[in-house]
């Protein structure tokens, strides 16, 4: 198999020179659990369950309003907006707006697209769904078995005083570490986040795990060279790409199964 050589200009710095130089070798799927010492845990979507958590809260702001779309129709068209918000705002490289700011564009966008007129503080009513997110229903319990032989730590793109309040009293476990790409100031999946994430930690990239049901993580992670789970949730395609996940499982019951 031929692989084509990356030459990058010398501005784009070493994280993202070294990741390039181990795109490949490390893409092995035959992975030594032994070198494995951090879990980094994507939060929205595979931690926390978004849909379930907001749909209530959208269906019932939809209620009184005169329109056809579900709240399930509006979950989706939201979510998927947010993800361009958020590719936006690291490649404009305008300042890092954070995960609420681009979740409130997002909604914004969305109603605007289905003619729905709202209100400033109707919006910020809604966001304020957010803070009430709650975990899937056998995370708490496979987290607990996997943090008796890995360090966990939070690797998200929340901000970082959201992260604090979903952990402390929606995510009913403990976590070693809590990270913020507020710290990098860019969204994953830009390298910077997984790379500077492992010297926070004091590991090489190697050492380091990111679970996520985003295929984009995965892949965002894979590209620097960490192993990497794919949670599956929603039995999605994977990204076409030679760089896939080392794990994929459905739930954190088959993760805590394939790392225990």
């Not at 692989?3 to 390039?20: I, M, N, Q, Y």
């Not at 035959?30 to 749909?55: H, K, P, Y």
């Not at 985003?214 to 076409?240: H, I, M, W």
């Amino acid at each position: 198999m031929a692989f084509c050589e990356f030459r990058l200009p010398a501005s784009f710095g070493d994280d993202v020179a070294v990741g390039l130089g181990t795109l490949f070798a490390m893409n092995s799927v035959d992975i030594d659990l032994n070198e494995i010492q951090a879990l980094t845990f994507d939060v929205f979507g595979t931690v926390l369950d978004l849909a379930g958590s907001l749909t209530p809260f959208i269906a019932e702001f939809l209620q009184p309003r005169k329109t056809d779309l579900s709240a399930d129709q509006c979950w989706s068209q939201w979510r998927a907006r947010q993800r361009i918000e958020q590719y936006q705002d690291t490649i404009m490289m305008l300042g890092h707006s954070g995960y609420l700011e681009t979740a409130r564009r997002a909604l914004v966008h969305t109603l605007q697209s289905n003619h729905i007129e709202t209100t400033t503080t109707e919006v910020d009513q809604l966001m304020e769904a957010w803070m009430n997110l709650s975990p899937f229903p056998e995370v708490t319990e496979a987290l607990e078995r996997l943090g008796q032989r890995y360090r966990l730590v939070v690797l998200s793109n929340g901000n970082r005083y959201f992260l604090d309040h979903l952990v402390e009293n929606r995510i009913d476990a403990t976590f070693d570490e809590v990270v913020s790409v507020d710290v990098m100031g860019a969204f994953k999946p830009h390298p910077s986040v997984y790379r500077r994430t492992a010297r926070i930690l004091d590991l090489d990239v190697q050492q380091c795990l990111m679970v996520s049901a985003n295929s984009f993580d995965v892949l965002g992670a894979k590209t620097c060279g960490l192993r990497a789970a794919f949670v599956n949730r929603l039995q999605v395609p994977y990204e076409d790409s030679p760089l896939v996940p080392d794990i994929t499982v459905d739930d954190f019951n088959g993760l805590a199964t394939a790392l225990l």
